[in-house]
């Protein structure tokens, strides 16, 4: 059908189908190479009305760009809408807490601490509100600003919300042994969600928001067979084993039964734990008990380009900086011991990396053509581009790690400048 037949049964505009198609979200089936008329299918008219959900649920265009690209299902879709839910009740709850906090005239919630037996309880009077799920989160971030961490349950009396806590005092880097024996557990293999990390088990029981987390936390684990291990994760019976690149961890794990859904709870030897405090839990939700690879999970580009010789590209560079994204690139600041330290292209299209643990060379394993660098290795394309500031040449190339490639996170870039202009 055209593209006027089309916008009418999808109750949209001409122009916004335009937008989407320019921005690679929803593409006609066919677009006429005489005329320029778009084409689309009956088929595609439930994928507009996905994004249009998608699109009022708070979801960025590029997410849902990759969430089209991925095929997800309408079950992880609605699993993603929970997510947000929960981020935009964590903004509501945060925007609450500061019209009390304007409209009282008290710019910081007064937290008691006392000690008995060796053990710190905080008190948080209910002066500015009866709604406890503010008061939950106002504790929490108030006992964070303060290098606390909770370990209890809330109390509730009429006057006071109370809970034990620990005040963090040190931090270390945790380096357990993850080469332990493997043994099986059927029941834990399979694909499980990560429903968020809670200060205590009772806070997911009880249906309290799980706290604020980096993005770093996977929004899925696997548990392969035979304990083979992805990315950061192995496992054994009764355990799940971590590896982030800094630190390593046994963190023990339950398996429970909860309205019907099963869910693991793992002791979790995060953020709090590597500064002095205790570990928080970790709330998995089974999905399935497939037999996944770690080969299968992995992301994989297309590494069939032809070569093409960009001469400004050929020579060694040595690495500049390492940052999230592209726009937060600053020349004037300069990461120290990177873990990618120089790569030089040839005009062959081969190259050579230095890495940490050594060099990576030979067509086999990585070569280039212009826009990309091929990492065959790990079966990524790494599109690069060269900025020049002030007269250096920086060349941008993105860095897909494990994060990437297993825990479908963003890639990272490194930047890198001409071997002659380092000092």
């Not at 929490?140 to 005092?169: G, H, P, W």
């Not at 005009?347 to 230095?354: A, D, E, K, V």
Request: proline share 4%.
């Amino acid at each position: 059908m055209k593209i006027g037949e089309f916008a009418q049964l999808c109750h949209t505009n001409i122009s916004l189908l335009h937008y989407y198609q320019k921005t690679g979200l929803l593409l006609p089936d066919y677009v006429d190479p005489f005329t320029g008329y778009r084409y689309y299918t009956s088929e595609q008219i439930p994928v507009f009305f996905r994004i249009r959900s998608l699109k009022q649920a708070g979801f960025e265009l590029n997410e849902i760009k990759k969430m089209i690209a991925a095929q997800k299902s309408d079950t992880e879709i609605l699993q993603l809408f929970t997510q947000k839910r929960e981020a935009l009740l964590r903004s509501l709850h945060d925007l609450e807490l500061a019209q009390q906090m304007m409209s009282g005239g008290n710019f910081m919630p007064t937290i008691q601490f006392v000690s008995k037996d060796g053990k710190d309880t905080a008190f948080l009077p209910r002066q500015h509100t009866d709604d406890l799920s503010l008061l939950y989160r106002t504790l929490d971030q108030e006992l964070s600003a303060q290098n606390y961490q909770r370990i209890s349950f809330f109390e509730i009396t009429n006057n006071m919300i109370s809970c034990e806590v620990l005040k963090k005092t040190t931090s270390f880097t945790p380096h357990e042994t993850i080469d332990l024996p493997f043994e099986n557990d059927p029941s834990v293999i399979g694909k499980w969600e990560a429903i968020g990390e809670f200060a205590t088990k009772e806070d997911f029981l009880q249906n309290i928001l799980p706290l604020q987390n980096d993005d770093t936390l996977a929004r899925e684990i696997y548990f392969l067979p035979n304990g083979e291990r992805y990315w950061c994760y192995g496992w054994t019976k009764g355990m799940l084993l971590i590896d982030d690149g800094v630190s390593t961890t046994q963190n023990p794990y339950v398996l429970e039964q909860h309205n019907g859904e099963e869910y693991l709870f793992v002791t979790f030897k995060s953020y709090d734990y590597c500064h002095g405090g205790n570990p928080t839990v970790l709330v998995l939700k089974n999905v399935d008990h497939n037999r996944y690879s770690a080969k299968e999970l992995s992301r994989k580009d297309d590494l069939n380009l032809p070569f093409v010789l960009d001469k400004r590209l050929v020579g060694s560079w040595r690495a500049h900086s390492f940052c999230k994204t592209k726009e937060a690139f600053d020349p004037e600041h300069r990461t120290c011991n990177p873990y990618w330290s120089e790569v030089t292209f040839f005009p062959n299209g081969s190259c050579t990396s230095i890495y940490r643990e050594g060099e990576i060379s030979g067509d086999d394993k990585q070569t280039w053509t212009k826009g990309y660098l091929q990492r065959k290795f790990n079966h990524c394309a790494c599109a690069y581009e060269i900025r020049t500031i002030d007269g250096i040449d920086y060349l941008i190339i993105e860095w897909k790690s494990g994060d990437y490639r297993w825990g479908g996170f963003d890639t990272d870039y490194y930047v890198f400048t001409r071997s002659e202009n380092c000092n």
